[in-house]
């Protein structure tokens, strides 16, 4: 009578080999080889002949997390996702199929996180009180439907409201039958005066020119005052300087750094500036409101392009030195 066997599918005797020595399969093990994924896939690397530095090289993964792979030392493992990449390399390296490595893996070691499935087979009864809540809610809304149609079709059907006549007899207090005719209305009230009105622009030396008897000098002085009001509303955005004040950031300083800067241009007022090299290169662009600062690169051949020379304040060595005159300027040009 043969023996049953059940399910063994390697059989050795220990008094053929020395107990030091692994057994080591006849046959290309699959991936239900073993207790585990581990045992499976250290098994398939030793029927090939592979060592751990072997696929440690091809797959890039460190020899630690393969051993801890192997032995299924999971808490010496990165995060689960790390854990699975692992597998499915290891697997697909020795030419097997990731995805039933990711199975078995999941079946020998679930995801504590992932939530519990339904059994298999398990009936669900349904609360017999859910139908009566149903139908209430049901009867509740139609409820709530009726009432108001009927309430529009009350409504609709109910008479118009009385209207005063067109045409109105005189009436006095005292009673009726008074005498009729045309009612007199008392005047127009003055419109209220708006607290918003604005006060009336006054053009400058529009007065001086008037005092003059409009003549020739008196045209030239009012254009004079016109061209100071100007001025003034254009260096209103910050602060009146004078050359030697020292620099005081009022915004953010972008550029190079201090020490190794000896320019640096500041907008009094929104202003754009773009910085270029030597080629033509773009080193900074920016819209500069008013207080923001550049540091200007102490590189030959840098030059800077505003839109508002007026608006830029130029500091050597941390003291101002003046505005800018024109729109485009070399860095140098501003050393003394």
């Known amino acids: 009578m043969p023996l049953d066997s059940g399910g063994v599918t390697h059989l050795y005797r220990s008094g053929d080999m020395d107990p030091a020595d692994t057994f080591a399969p006849t046959e290309e093990p699959s991936l239900q080889y073993g207790p585990d994924i581990g045992a499976a896939l250290k098994s398939a690397r030793e029927f090939r002949g592979l060592s751990l530095q072997d696929v440690s090289d ?16 999971l808490d010496e493992l990165p995060s689960r996702p790390f854990t699975l990449g692992y597998i499915k390399a290891y697997a697909k390296h020795l030419g097997l199929d990731p995805e039933e490595a990711i199975n ?30 149903i139908a209430s809610g049901v009867l509740i809304v139609s409820a709530i439907v009726l009432w108001n149609i009927a309430q529009r ?21 005292g009673g009726s039958g008074g005498p009729s005719g045309p009612m007199s209305v008392g005047e127009p009230l003055p419109a209220p005066v708006e607290a918003s009105t604005p006060e009336v622009y006054k053009t ?27 001025i003034a509303a254009a260096l209103n955005a910050g602060p009146v300087v004078s050359p030697g004040t ?35 290169s773009v080193y900074f662009s920016r819209i500069l409101p008013a207080g923001e600062a550049y540091r200007a690169p102490s590189f030959k051949g840098v030059s800077v392009e505003v839109s508002d020379p007026a608006a830029v304040d130029v500091f050597v060595g941390g003291k101002l030195k003046g505005s800018m005159t024109t729109p485009t300027a070399s860095v140098t040009s501003f050393l003394p």
């Open 58 to 73: 091809a797959t890039r993964i460190r020899r630690t997390y393969l051993a801890a792979v192997e032995d299924m030392r």
């Open 104 to 133: 078995r893996f999941k079946e020998s070691s679930p995801d504590p996180d992932e939530p519990l499935r339904a059994p298999v087979g398990v009936h669900r009864e349904r609360d017999p009180r859910m139908g009566a809540i």
């Open 153 to 173: 079709a009350i409504s609709d059907e109910a008479p118009p409201p009385p209207t005063a006549p067109t045409s109105v007899a005189g009436v006095t207090p």
């Open 204 to 230: 400058p030396g529009l007065e001086a020119a008037a005092a003059a008897d409009g003549s020739a000098d008196a045209a030239a002085a009012a254009a004079k005052i016109r061209k100071d009001a100007e």
């Open 246 to 280: 020292p620099f005081v950031a009022r915004g953010p300083v972008h550029g190079a750094d201090a020490a190794s800067s000896l320019v640096t241009f500041q907008a009094r007022k929104s202003t754009s500036l773009i910085v270029r090299g030597t080629d033509g």
